[in-house]
């Protein structure tokens, strides 16, 4: 897996959207963590992934209202950087099981259960993100703390059943 910060993209396009739509979830108390924009037709297609921002006792279930509220917000921005053209946005929750793409998105789900499948011993290893950085991540399960480069994660996702080890 590799890591790479939204920055690196903020001259194009869908960089300089994404940083406005993240301004504008993280005024709801939400995280931006996902923006894909096609076009098809002359018309434009945006499918956003928002999450609540993590916090000790925070509830980071993303609801229909969550969804409803940020889309509101988000689309007068939306209006004003694509005017007079037909434009369709899915916003979405990342799920309960949310295949993560990039090594920047764990910073989102900080406090939550995670599980990486390791190349360096080809199998998985989950437990609660603890923290993460451009190196890795460290997750704290039964065994305690585990680091883990990106470079020996082939794939991870969210694991909704390790949410509840709750301060292991």
Partial sequence: MQYTPRQANAGDETGLLYKALESVAQGLGMGLVELTLSRHKGSVQLRVVV??????GANTVVGVD?????????LPCLESAFPGQDL???LSSPGIDRVIKDGSEFVH???RGVRCYRTDIS??????????????????GKDGMTEIAYDVIAKAKL??????LGEV
Avoid: N, P, Q
Avoid at 51 to 56: L, N, V
């Fill in 88 to 90: 369709y946005m899915e």
């Fill in 159 to 164: 694991d909704y059943t390790l949410d509840y």
């Fill in 51 to 56: 999450c609540k921002t993590a916090g000790k």
């Fill in 123 to 140: 199998d998985w290893t989950g437990g609660i993100l603890r923290s993460t950085d451009e190196k890795g991540v460290v997750l704290k």
């Fill in 109 to 111: 789900y900080i406090g």
């Fill in 66 to 74: 969550d969804c409803s509220k940020a889309h509101r917000a988000m």
